[in-house]
C-alpha cells in the first residue's frame, strides 16, 4: 500500500509532466510565443528566403512543429542554424570562422 510520504515524493515528477505537456499542446496549437517565428519570419531574422528555411527543415537541418498548414521555429534554433550556415559558407570559400574573428580582434600587448 502507498503511504502519503510516497506519494509526495511523485509530486516534482508529476509536476515536470504537465509541465512538458502544457509546452506541448501550446507548440501544437499554435500559441502565440516570442520564441517561436513562422517560415517568413524566420527567414526575415537571417536574411534568406523562405525556401531555404524550408529546405533546411525538409533536410533536417532545422527542426519545426507543424501547425496548421504552416510551420513554427524555435528562436533558438533558427539561430543556431543560421551561425551554421555561415560557418560552412566560410569553410566552403576555405576560410576558418575562428582565424576571421581572431584576426578582427584588438591584440593584446604584453606587460613587462
Known amino acids: 500500500m502507498t503511504g502519503p510520504a510516497d506519494l509526495g515524493a511523485l509530486a516534482p515528477i508529476v509536476d515536470g509532466l504537465a509541465d512538458a505537456i502544457a509546452k506541448r499542446i501550446a507548440a501544437l496549437l499554435g500559441a502565440p510565443s516570442p520564441a517561436r517565428l513562422d517560415v517568413r519570419a524566420a527567414a526575415e531574422r537571417i536574411g534568406c528566403g523562405p525556401r531555404a528555411i524550408l529546405d533546411a527543415r525538409r533536410h533536417g537541418e532545422l527542426e519545426g ?11 533558438a534554433e533558427v539561430d543556431r542554424w543560421a551561425g551554421s550556415r555561415s560557418a560552412a559558407k566560410l569553410a566552403t570559400a576555405g576560410l576558418d570562422a575562428r582565424a576571421i574573428v581572431a584576426a578582427s580582434l584588438p591584440r593584446r600587448s604584453r606587460a613587462t
Not at 65 to 75: E, Q
Open 65 to 75: 512543429v507543424r501547425v496548421g498548414r504552416g510551420w513554427r521555429f524555435d528562436l
